[in-house]
């Protein structure tokens, strides 16, 4: 069996004295998509800046295609092939909208195929093509939110993790990022996709890990999804 | 005519206070470490242009941005680097020690009573004739100072460095998730400022020749005035505010009166007192959310 894209063994990660993420392993196949649910402070977000390298693990292992990933830092990471899009999205409010689209970039390890990316993601978010001379801040948030991920596509990244993108928008706008996801999946990324909107998630993902206490604690499959007694158990404990 | 050799003296000033806060302003952007020390390197690159006056003028002006850049580097590899994630207050001590200690080895290494760097004093000769004083320095610390802040504007805006560092200095975390190299950005950061600052000390020194061990830390205190004046969140507010407190300087300096201008800074520190009273978070930083106040 090839390696998976993504696995994350025995991960554990505290704030000070305070474990946020317990021994959580999780593991990717290339061009799946897997969802991330559980209720706030069960360590998602720091799940993701912990691969990322941004906030250090006090245990455990991250390994890309195989590789480890330990001791790097966040640069070296996405220059190995995995982007994130924050919570929150993060875009640059005082530059433009082609500035920060310059910006995703940066952590690109070749100029190869960079036409044909930016057409892609062009095609994907019509307004980062149309705003491109705005001030990034001056944007809605659901345009933000494709910006963001828009710029995180830029760095060519083999596996893509998005923290909460539907945080926060019109259900016609979440409509948008889902269709998104939907192409970049069909492109070939692996997602590792983190969000609040659970039965939307665990339709749409390959497979669902719940996590609550720093842990995983039940996984979930598309058929799961109506569920909803079930879903409630994962997130709330029996 | 007084009104106008006021402002053009003003505007001279001016100019090398804004490249002094321009130049503490970048390094503050991108590390929020108001760095102390940034007039160590002016000084620096001031004793190397005194030490250097009998090469000829190309080797001692490379000489002063050699001696000016190395020390920003240094001092943030040394100093500042091991201290990144401390406390900004721990941060900020450090820059004090920086300059203390610096000034402490300029002091044992060439004495108190100063050195002369007399290299560029030709350019003190009037350049124009009739009633004004216009020097030679005056029009280089114009056109220099203009020169520089623009090309600074230009990589800022234009180049992917240039815009690397204005991310890192607007969302240091987000940067760095973007695959932005921290470490070179400060670095980088540090270079400009020790260019920066040895452009200064050679227009400091072409006016003024004499080098003295505090020369570097009193343009650094004004300059920190100014930068904070003015705001020191961005670096156009900064330097605006550089600006403003060397155009006051030399405005208040032609102002007062032979037995007053020993209290020069005591009018200084008290219009930026007022300013800061008016506008804490600078006199240069976009209003926020006033409007909606005022209705």
Redo the contacts between chains.
Sequence with gaps: MSEPALAVRDLTVAYGPVPVVRNLSLEIAAGEVVGLIGPNGAGKTTTLLAI?G?VSARGGDVRLAGRSLRGQ???AI??SGVA?V?EGR?V????TVA?NL???????RSEDGLEGDLEWVHSLFPIVREFGERQAGALSGGQQQQLAIA?ALL?QPEVLLLDEPSLGLAPTVVDIVFEALQAIRERGVTILLVEQRAQRTIAFADRTYVMRDGAVRMTLTPDDADATETIREAYFGS | MTALQWIIDGVALGAVYALVAVGMALVFGVMRLINFAHGELITAGAYTLALTSSWPLVGSIAACIAVSVAMAVATERIAFRPLRGASPATALVATFAVAFALEAVWLVAFGPEGRTADLLSDLNRPAIGGELDVRWVTIIQLVLGGALLAGLALMLNRTSIGLQMRAAAADPRAARLLGIRTNRVIALAFVLAGVLAAVVALLLTAQTPLVTPTLGLQVAILGLVGVVVGGIDRLPSATAGGFAIGFLTAVLGNALSADMRVFLPSFTFALVIIVLLVRPAGMFAPLRGQAVERV
Excluded: I
């Design positions: 990322m941004d830092g966040a640069d996405v220059r994130l924050p993060h640059f409010g005082d530059m500035e310059k910006l995703g970039l940066v952590g690109r710029r760095a």
